[in-house]
């Protein structure tokens, strides 16, 4: 199984629309990050949390908010849902320690109508 | 300012040839870290090779090296004996210091290179 989950992997939905964006992780870390990618820009950071209590914004937070359930769950919503948020999103893990090397999901490509 | 730039949106190496994929960085911080991820068609990414700002070799992995030029700030990775299954989008990622409290951790991306193997 992998380390770290994402759902849904693909979501089509309408503008105005709240969605939620869930990850999972097995590997055990604290830290969780949340990144959208939009062609030629490569991939930016939107959210990070360090524990369940330590929830940060990212360079392009505005129009989402996160929760961190648990140690292991990292969601991200879109509370209304536009266009410009179409993007791939990836969230990731990241350990404590070593390198701080990032384990990332499989991605959700979210395409907003 | 960025600070990662990969200024070479896209590149073509023949199979079997061995290609350098351009990275610069700017930080004032003493300790970093440098990484590349490959990101396939299929979209996932995937860890290929870091380099510690305190090492002092250049790292490798496999065909993957990291020509790690501190001075100069880039850290360059170089791919040889190109394959086929090579033929994805190269991202270069920071990681700033550990005097930076709450950021320590975070990755800081490059716009990518997409590298296209022909045979």
């Known amino acids: 199984d992998a380390d770290v989950t994402q759902t849904p992997r693909n979501r089509i939905t309408k503008t105005g629309k709240r969605i939620m964006l869930e990850c999972s992780q097995t590997k055990g870390h604290d830290r969780m990050y949340w990144y959208r990618q939009d062609p030629g820009l490569g991939l930016r950071l939107i959210y990070y949390s360090f524990d369940v209590k330590d929830i940060n914004k990212g360079e392009i937070s505005d129009g989402y908010s996160v929760s961190r359930q648990a140690q292991a769950k990292f969601s991200l919503s879109l509370e209304s849902a536009i266009p410009n948020q179409t993007a791939l999103y990836f969230c990731a893990t990241s350990d404590r320690t070593g390198s701080y090397e990032q384990y990332f999901g499989p991605g959700t490509r979210l395409t907003v109508t | 300012a960025q600070k990662i730039t990969q200024t070479q949106p896209g590149m073509f190496v023949q199979e079997k040839e061995a290609v350098t994929l351009d990275c610069t960085y700017d930080t004032s911080d003493q300790s970093y870290g440098l990484f590349w991820y490959k990101q396939p068609s299929s979209g996932e990414m995937i860890f290929l090779i870091y380099?510690?700002?305190?090492?002092?070799q250049n790292a490798t992995e496999g065909r993957y090296s990291l020509n790690f030029q501190k001075a100069r700030k880039s850290a360059n990775l170089v791919i040889s004996a190109s394959q086929l299954g090579d033929s994805a989008m190269y991202f270069c990622?920071?990681?700033?210091?550990?005097?930076?409290?709450?950021?320590?951790?975070?990755?800081?991306f490059g716009r990518g290179t997409q590298l296209t193997v022909w045979p």
């Open positions: 990622a920071m990681r700033e210091g550990k005097n930076r409290g709450s950021t320590l951790g975070r990755l800081y």
């Open positions: 380099q510690g700002s305190y090492d002092e």
